[in-house]
Nanobody, 115 residues
C-alpha cells in the first residue's frame, strides 16, 4: 500500500513564500513522475508542476518563474517551493506519484494567500 502525505501549507501574505513537501511511503522500489496539482472551489484540479525521476521538470504557465519543483529520490519526497505568491494561488495542493503503472494521490494541503 502506497501513501502520499503532503505538508507545508498554510496562510501567507501576497508576495510571500511557502515550501510544500510530499513524502511517499509503502512497498515499492522506484517512483516515476511526481507532480503537484491544485484545486480551487468550483474549479477543476490542474497541474502546477511535474518532475520525472531523472529531474526534468515542467510547469504551468501561471507559476513559471515563481514556483520550483524538486525531489529527493533517496527520501521518496517531492517539494514545491512557491515564491511571490498571489491570491489566485489559493487552493488545495495535491501531490501525486506514478508507481508501477498506477497513480497515487495525497489528501491535499491548503494554501491560502491573503492579506
Amino acid at each position: 500500500q502506497v501513501q502520499l502525505v503532503e505538508s507545508g501549507g498554510g496562510l501567507v501574505q501576497p508576495g510571500g513564500s511557502l515550501r510544500l513537501s510530499c513524502a511517499a511511503s509503502g512497498m515499492f522500489f522506484n517512483i516515476g513522475t511526481m507532480g503537484w496539482y491544485r484545486q480551487s472551489p468550483g474549479k477543476q484540479r490542474d497541474l502546477v508542476a511535474g518532475i520525472t525521476s531523472g529531474g526534468s521538470a515542467n510547469y504551468a504557465d501561471s507559476v513559471k518563474g515563481r514556483f520550483t519543483i524538486s525531489r529527493d529520490n533517496a527520501k521518496n519526497t517531492v517539494y514545491l517551493q512557491m515564491n511571490s505568491l498571489k491570491p489566485e494561488d489559493t487552493a488545495v495542493y495535491y501531490c501525486n506519484a506514478g508507481i508501477i503503472g498506477r497513480t497515487y494521490w495525497g489528501k491535499g494541503t491548503l494554501v491560502t494567500v491573503s492579506s
